[in-house]
């Protein structure tokens, strides 16, 4: 099976500008959850989606929005790009319901704000 | 509150070493998931294991083993006979309620040197 893939890998903006990040899961899996994870704060939750809908949402600001397509990609958008939002994001994938299974993270995307 | 710590921030051994990793966690829910990542200079986060709240058993998968404790609310990562492709960040993380979020540790970085 091929892992989750993550587009771009990196990635550079200006303040103010917006980005968005794209994720395509493990075949089969239908959650898709997205993390940053920065020198600063480390590893946080930003939001996760099963079946197109978000079920769970981090502490980050509406800048931050997400939203998972009929084939479970998900993209992520940052809108109004802040210096603070340079950071490794994160995606992962797992089956979604049922047990807790574990997540199976992608590459990341490296956004670098200047 | 869910939380958790990993007070050791960077490791440093010699090849061949016996290590072991922190991981102290804290929730008041009763069924719980807890987790361990290792993150390689290359930045994608490989699982390396799953452990539930009702399952106290060790672990022991090759030169890993995981000692789970719940009255001292700790799940510590033992490598034996440390091996230079064994550096890298090693995270712990929590699953606790709510759909597919972790709540990760800060990470310990650890150092194997010829």
């Known amino acids: 099976k091929a892992g989750v893939t993550q587009t771009p890998r990196y990635l550079i903006k200006t303040r103010g500008q917006q980005v968005t990040l794209s994720c395509s899961p493990i075949?089969?899996?239908?959650?898709v959850s997205w993390y940053q994870q920065t020198p600063g704060q480390g590893l946080q939750f930003l939001f996760e989606y099963f079946s197109e809908t978000q079920r769970n949402k981090g502490n980050f600001p509406g800048r931050f929005s997400g939203r998972q397509f009929s084939n479970s990609r998900s993209e992520m958008n940052v809108s109004t790009l802040e210096l603070g939002d340079s950071a490794l994001y994160l995606c992962?994938?797992?089956?979604?319901?049922?047990?807790?299974?574990?997540?199976?993270f992608g590459p990341g995307t490296r956004l670098t704000v200047t | 509150a869910q939380k958790v710590t990993q007070a050791q921030t960077e490791i440093s051994v010699v090849e061949k070493e016996d290590v072991t990793l922190d991981c102290v966690y804290e929730?008041?829910?009763?069924?719980?998931?807890l987790f361990w990542y290792k993150q390689p200079p290359s930045g994608e986060l490989v699982f390396l294991i799953r452990?539930?709240?009702?399952?106290?058993q060790n672990e022991i998968s090759g030169r890993y083993s995981w000692n789970f404790q719940k009255s001292t609310s700790s799940f510590n990562f033992t490598i034996t006979a440390s091996q230079v492709v064994d550096s890298a960040v090693y995270f712990c993380a929590l699953f606790s309620g709510g759909y597919n979020k972790l709540i990760f540790g800060a990470g310990t970085r650890l150092a194997v040197h010829p």
């Open positions: 992962a994938s797992s089956p979604g319901q049922g047990e807790v299974y574990e997540q199976y």
């Open positions: 452990r539930n709240s009702f399952d106290e």
């Open positions: 929730t008041r829910d009763t069924t719980y998931y």
């Open positions: 075949s089969g899996h239908r959650s």
